[in-house]
């Protein structure tokens, strides 16, 4: 049972406004990652409703106690087992999460008393978790920690995973939705006039780079764009832009390994091979910094670059006199990247729920603008 975690959630998240992903969700999508089969959110019932429909999309069970007032004052136990008993019955899982919320903490529950009471077949992974978490990695970490002591991860890729969320905190604080007090959301640049100044840059024989550094499941229509890009400078004749991506199937949980595979593989069916692979899809708090040091050390005479996924992790000191063009699927991230310098920001909206389930990659707004303006040029 993990009642608490070792990394500090410290409260320097306490003076932001505006709303912040949560723990809670945070833990729901690790046990995902861990291949979870059935996760019970033990509180209400419309407690993170719309994540775990979401991530019914993705081949995980998710239940719930649907927590009421009789429990809130003299508790769900009871209610948890029968919910843990029914989903044995219903599912037959391999792997079975149960994760706490803030009415269930809040009250005290004994959620791991309930777990040894049922005595279930199979690995229950406990995630005792509420949102009152200023970083929602928070819940992400604590989940690992509990993946450990339900045997199901080992203490080294724990670790390393702790390492990288620590330094996704960190790069949320200093360029992303945690940076500010208040950040108004926005669609950024129009993507016509993005990619209108993308061809013409082809067309004008400027040499480019197009770094994918996307946070896990995204990269699949985050891909789409490179994809775009490398088939429209081959149209003209350009040759192939120099691409890096965090793609790397040697690391991270198996679910991730899966999706870097799948990504590449489409790549390499449309004839696109990447030049660079940085690392990761669970890396990429630092494998940005990878990108950076490849394109100072080899390309910083280039035109232009693309950032996908999470631009702001590449360093601005390696694209000095290079036009930055970035896409995000943060309407938050837009201030922040136009702030450090980026020159044209992009959003594609709804990206998330879009890349849920899928194993090829996903078209995206962009990817089909470029491809649209190419083929009327």
Known sequence: MSTHSDVNDDNSGEGIMHPRPSSIVAALYTLRDLET???????????????????????????????????????????????????????????????????????????????????????????????????????????LEAAV???????????????????????????????????????GDVKYSVATELITLLNEGKRGIIVLNAK???????????????????????????????????????RLRNHARNILHDLEESGIQIDHITGGLDEYPITGQVAGKLIHEYYRDYDFVVLLGVPHAVPMKSLEGMKIFSVTNGPRQVLPLKELGHDFVVVEIDLHPKTLGVEHIVPSELGNTLRALNRGS
């Open 149 to 187: 002591e339900a045997g199901v991860l080992d203490a080294a890729e724990c670790a390393r995973q702790k390492r990288l969320l620590i330094e996704a905190t960190e790069l949320e604080k200093f360029a992303g939705v945690a940076s500010r007090e208040y950040i108004a959301p926005s669609r």
């Open 216 to 254: 896990k499941e995204t990269a699949y229509q985050f891909a789409d764009v490179v994809a775009a890009l490398v088939e429209i400078s081959q149209d003209m004749g350009m040759g192939h832009p120099i691409t890096m991506a965090n793609l790397d199937v040697g690391v991270g949980l198996p």
């Open 37 to 143: 089969d059935v996760v019970i959110i033990h509180g209400p019932p419309g407690c993170c409703f719309k994540h775990s429909r979401l991530l019914e999309e993705d081949g995980i069970r998710v239940v719930t106690t649907a927590m009421d007032e009789t429990n809130f004052v003299f508790g769900g136990r009871e209610t948890l087992k029968n919910v843990m008993m029914r989903s044995i019955e219903l599912f037959h899982p391999k792997l079975m999460g149960v994760v706490g919320t803030c009415a269930s903490m809040i009250i005290g529950e004994d959620m791991h008393q309930a777990v040894e009471e049922v005595r279930p077949h199979c690995p229950v992974i406990e995630v005792e978790i509420h949102a009152g978490h200023h970083d929602n990695t928070y819940g992400a970490i604590v989940t």
